[in-house]
């Protein structure tokens, strides 16, 4: 965690987190750089609804990102079959 977080926060702001376990507020945690946005919802029920939707305009560019040899099988398949494998225990 701390090397995703060095690679993205200046210095002042890394050493806060890290060394003060600083509780951040919505608005500050945007203007240091560790949230990309925030959003106005009514409790986690809305929140989450956004944030699915969100992934749902995001997902197609998802694929672009991802390569995989001519041998392999597609991601989709991949993902279904260690779904089916995690509810057949």
């Known amino acids: 965690m701390a090397a995703v977080l060095s690679a993205r926060l200046p210095e002042p702001t ?3 987190v890290l ?3 600083h509780r951040y507020t919505a608005q500050e945690a945007l203007k240091e750089g560790l949230v990309d946005e925030v959003i106005e919802a009514e409790g986690s029920e809305g929140t989450i609804a956004y944030a699915v939707e969100k992934a749902k305009a995001m997902s197609p560019l998802a694929a ?3 390569r995989l040899p001519s041998s392999s099988r597609s991601l989709d398949e991949s993902a279904l079959n ?4 995690g509810a057949a225990r």
């Open 14 to 16: 890394l050493r806060k």
């Open 19 to 21: 060394l003060t376990g």
């Open 64 to 66: 672009t990102g991802v």
């Open 82 to 85: 260690r779904t089916r494998r």
